[in-house]
């Protein structure tokens, strides 16, 4: 069964649940209301990598997700950090993440990988082109699917190179990142292809930009439709094999999976 990782943004402007979890105990509820709804992970970050977003200095980010961290991880549940900076990922581990998910692949800092390859944590490494102040000035594919298949598996060559095992890397095609409308649902349907690669597959596509143009161009669609798509995204990413897909809505996907997959026992 493919596993269920709640996203815990911890950041004043994230596009979904932005400023609501901002005061670390109600970021920490927020994780255990996940956990009850069925999270076998939970995913703290502290900087929105939003289309347009600025960087978050690591300090601050530092100050946003170690505490929301510690409480998760002290309570007994399994932690990842989604963060580019080496050094916020190992303060993490040290607070108890098992899990670094970095969604620049180990490129945003040149000290990410050799840092994790010196704990004991899984790294998740994202397809990425470069940093969402201007992401869609890369989205230049030939083919979409074997392009991120290539760039995904330098980046894990990297990994390895710098220590880590094989049985500690984790990839994700990165839905969104430097990837306009018709290059997601390309790589969607090729994600198959992806899990090909070897590692263990992550797919985020929760109430991304790309579900909202499907169900109505440039209009508004509110979060409850938005969590129907990511549920129909998270059954299509598991029969491709994903190991776990990245979520807000635990409880809409938790059902979705349950239903695709159920066999009436
Ligand atoms: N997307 C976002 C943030 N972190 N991590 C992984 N592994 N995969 C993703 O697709 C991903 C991510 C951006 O979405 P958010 O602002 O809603 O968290």
């Known amino acids: 069964m493919t596993a269920i990782m709640g996203i815990v943004n911890v ?76 050094a916020t990922a190992v303060a993490a581990v040290e607070a108890g993440a098992v899990l670094v998910n970095d969604v620049s692949g180990g ?3 040149p000290e990410m990988l050799a840092a994790v390859a010196d704990t004991r944590a899984d790294i998740a490494l994202g397809h990425w ?73 992550l797919v985020g596509t929760s109430r991304k930009r790309f579900l909202a143009e499907a169900l109505s161009g440039a209009g508004e669609v509110d979060e409850a439709r938005r969590d129907l798509a990511t549920a129909v995204t998270s059954v299509l990413a598991a029969h491709a094999g994903a190991w776990a897909v990245r979520v807000h809505d635990v409880a809409s996907t938790r059902d979705a999976l349950r239903i695709a997959t159920y066999r009436g026992e």
């Open 129 to 201: 082109r470069g940093h969402s102040d201007d992401m869609y000035a890369r989205a230049s594919y030939g083919d979409v699917v074997r392009d991120v298949v290539g760039e995904l598996s330098a980046r894990v060559r990297a990994a390895e190179a710098a220590g880590i095992p094989p049985a500690r890397i984790i990839v994700d095609p990165g839905f969104g990142f430097g990837k306009r409308g018709a290059q997601n649902w390309e790589l969607l349907r090729g994600l198959a292809r992806v899990a090909t690669l070897g590692p263990r597959l």
């Open 107 to 109: 490129l945003a800092d």
């Open 11 to 86: 950041t004043p402007d994230s596009f979904s649940d932005g400023g609501r979890y901002l005061d670390a105990d109600a970021a920490v509820a927020h994780g255990f209301a996940l956990r009850a709804a069925g999270a076998d992970l939970l995913d703290v970050g502290g900087e929105s990598t939003r289309p347009g977003s600025q960087r978050v200095d690591p300090a601050e980010e530092q100050r946003r997700v170690l505490p929301v961290v510690g409480a998760l991880a002290g309570a007994g549940l399994a932690v990842s950090v989604d963060t580019m900076n080496a």
